[in-house]
């Protein structure tokens, strides 16, 4: 019996299913790989050398990208460019602005802790809030006005800053309101107000005026305080000798010692209480502020262009108070003073017969015995200026000590009618005392 393979009818005209193709293609795929496997490998070898289709497209679309890139950045580029040359530029920080607002602040801050303390301070004192409890009398003379006498209640104690208690009584309006002379007592414990109130209530008091010429020592201020019953012996003496007055002027003199204000208690007419129990170093008191306020401007100038000191000025002037007689010659015998503290070493003594008076205590002329006299005050034997002042002088000695006249005079002698001869060499001047030796004989046979 023959073998026939069954065949199905129309088989080959029979459409084939989409999953029979696709695996009759992987099949198919699978021998031919099968049966030329090197082409496979080849295609590994030159892989990197031989560019596949797909291969380069991917490069195409790389460089594509790359290009696109490239040129969005640029783009960004010249928009980042151009519009910097329109945008402001930012400031820097100033390190030195920073360090003057540092300083601002301080100085304000500081300012502020200044203003704070000086008002804590004038509130204390307006107020009387921590101040000693004591009573406090003092002289007010005649015509003294409540602002006038802020200085004398610094002084006492009564208040602690009288330019405070000054400019209260401005802005109350009560500056101008004379207050009656005469003696006063207060406490530092009393208020601005308080101590107003207490100086314009009138007081019945005895008073008297008392003058106190140019020129005048300490022993006959004294004298003349006592003659007009202004206090009493002891406590004038205390007073003279033993207090610390506050004065400035009197800081070098410190401490207080035994004809300490000899120089210093100005020459003028006073008005004083007659009470010998009142606090005898308010009288004292007027008489250095008097002082103080004649010491002026014109004569701290002078003194500062001659590299003078207080203490030196005064010392001058009371040779020049006790040397001088006549106004116009107050200058010109400071100026021969000068010349020789100028030239000390061809004048090394002064030779001033008012500087050894004073020490030997009198107003005669001179005896060979006083020109003998060890002092200090004895200018023939001791160089430069005596060690204190000699008289307590006025203005015009105080103007003419620090304004001496500019000439070339090294001597003078006095004459009979005050007057002086005044010569620039030593035989110039012993001619001029034989003419004042004549006059003299003269004056003393009339």
Same mark, same amino acid.
């Given at each position: 019996?023959?073998?026939?393979?069954?065949?199905?009818?129309?088989?080959?005209?029979?459409?084939?299913?989409?999953?029979?193709?696709?695996?009759?293609?992987?099949?198919?795929?699978?021998?031919?790989?099968?049966?030329? %496997?090197?082409?496979?490998?080849?295609?590994?070898?030159?892989?990197?050398? $031989?560019?596949?289709?797909?291969? *380069?497209?991917?490069?195409?679309?790389?460089?594509?990208?790359?290009?696109?890139?490239?040129?969005?950045?640029?783009?960004?580029?010249?928009?980042?460019?151009?519009?910097?040359?329109?945008?402001?530029?930012?400031?820097?920080?100033?390190?030195?602005?920073? @360090?003057?607002?540092?300083?601002?602040?301080? $100085?304000?801050?500081?300012?502020?802790?200044?203003?704070?303390?000086?008002?804590?301070?004038?509130?204390?004192?307006?107020?009387?809030?921590?101040?000693?409890?004591?009573?406090?009398?003092?002289?007010?003379?005649?015509?003294?006005?409540?602002?006038?006498?802020?200085?004398?209640?610094?002084?006492?104690?009564?208040?602690?800053?009288?330019?405070?208690?000054?400019?209260?009584?401005?802005?109350?309006?009560?500056?101008?309101?004379?207050?009656?002379?005469?003696?006063?007592?207060?406490?530092?414990?009393?208020?601005?107000?308080?101590?107003?109130?207490?100086?314009?209530?009138?007081?019945?008091?005895?008073?008297?005026? $008392?003058?106190?010429?140019?020129?005048?020592?300490?022993?006959?201020?004294?004298?003349?305080?006592?003659?007009?019953?202004?206090?009493?012996?002891?406590?004038?003496?205390?007073?003279?000798?033993?207090?610390?007055?506050?004065?400035?002027?009197?800081?070098?003199?410190?401490?207080?010692?035994?004809?300490?204000?000899?120089?210093?208690?100005?020459?003028?007419?006073?008005?004083? $209480?007659?009470?010998?129990?009142? %606090?005898?170093?308010?009288?004292?008191?007027? *008489?250095?502020?008097?002082?103080?306020?004649?010491?002026?401007?014109?004569?701290?100038?002078?003194?500062?262009?001659?590299?003078?000191?207080?203490?030196?000025?005064?010392?001058?002037?009371?040779?020049?108070?006790?040397?001088?007689?006549?106004?116009?010659?107050?200058?010109?015998?400071?100026?021969?003073?000068?010349?020789?503290?100028?030239?000390?070493?061809?004048?090394?003594?002064?030779?001033?017969?008012?500087?050894?008076?004073?020490?030997?205590?009198?107003?005669?002329?001179?005896?060979?015995?006083?020109?003998?006299?060890?002092? %200090?005050?004895?200018?023939?034997?001791?160089?430069?200026?005596?060690?204190?002042?000699?008289?307590?002088?006025?203005?015009?000695?105080?103007?003419?000590?620090?304004?001496?006249?500019?000439?070339?005079?090294?001597?003078?002698?006095? *004459?009979?009618?005050?007057?002086?001869?005044?010569?620039?060499?030593?035989?110039?001047?012993?001619?001029?005392?034989?003419?004042?030796?004549? @006059?003299?004989?003269?004056?003393?046979?009339?």
């Amino acid at each position: 019996m023959e073998n026939h393979r069954y065949t199905p009818k129309h088989s080959e005209n029979k459409p084939r299913s989409r999953a029979t193709s696709n695996a009759s293609r992987r099949a198919r795929d699978t021998a031919d790989s099968a049966r030329r %496997p090197y082409r496979r490998k080849d295609a590994d070898l030159f892989s990197d050398q $031989v560019p596949t289709h797909n291969s *380069m497209r991917r490069s195409l679309n790389t460089e594509s990208r790359s290009t696109r890139r490239s040129s969005r950045s640029q783009a960004d580029d010249l928009f980042e460019n151009e519009t910097h040359a329109y945008r402001t530029p930012r400031r820097k920080k100033s390190k030195t602005g920073c @360090a003057l607002a540092s300083l601002y602040f301080i $100085v304000i801050f500081g300012i502020s802790i200044c203003l704070s303390v000086v008002l804590i301070f004038a509130a204390n004192d307006a107020l009387a809030l921590v101040k000693d409890d004591q009573d406090i009398s003092f002289v007010v003379a005649e015509d003294t006005t409540v602002s006038g006498i802020s200085q004398q209640l610094d002084q006492s104690g009564v208040v602690n800053y009288g330019t405070f208690f000054r400019l209260f009584n401005s802005l109350q309006g009560d500056g101008d309101v004379i207050i009656s002379a005469g003696v006063y007592t207060l406490n530092p414990t009393m208020d601005y107000d308080q101590i107003v109130s207490a100086l314009t209530e009138t007081t019945s008091t005895t008073t008297v005026k $008392v003058t106190i010429p140019e020129g005048y020592t300490i022993a006959q201020i004294r004298q003349t305080l006592l003659d007009n019953n202004v206090t009493s012996e002891a406590l004038l003496d205390d007073a003279l000798n033993n207090y610390a007055f506050k004065h400035d002027f009197l800081k070098d003199e410190q401490p207080p010692k035994e004809n300490w204000l000899e120089g210093y208690l100005f020459p003028d007419t006073y008005e004083f $209480v007659q009470d010998s129990k009142q %606090p005898i170093y308010e009288v004292l008191n007027v *008489m250095l502020n008097n002082f103080d306020t004649k010491y002026d401007e014109q004569i701290e100038e002078g003194a500062k262009e001659l590299g003078l000191t207080t203490h030196e000025v005064v010392v001058i002037a009371s040779l020049i108070e006790r040397e001088a007689k006549e106004a116009d010659e107050f200058s010109k015998i400071s100026g021969v003073i000068h010349n020789r503290l100028n030239n000390s070493e061809e004048y090394p003594y002064l030779q001033i017969d008012a500087s050894l008076q004073y020490a030997v205590g009198h107003n005669n002329p001179l005896t060979e015995e006083d020109l003998k006299l060890d002092s %200090p005050y004895n200018l023939y034997t001791n160089k430069g200026l005596p060690p204190g002042p000699i008289c307590n002088p006025g203005y015009n000695a105080l103007y003419a000590a620090t304004h001496p006249d500019d000439h070339d005079y090294y001597y003078y002698v006095a *004459m009979p009618d005050g007057t002086h001869l005044f010569a620039e060499t030593n035989s110039e001047h012993n001619r001029n005392r034989e003419r004042a030796e004549e @006059a003299w004989a003269e004056a003393n046979n009339e």
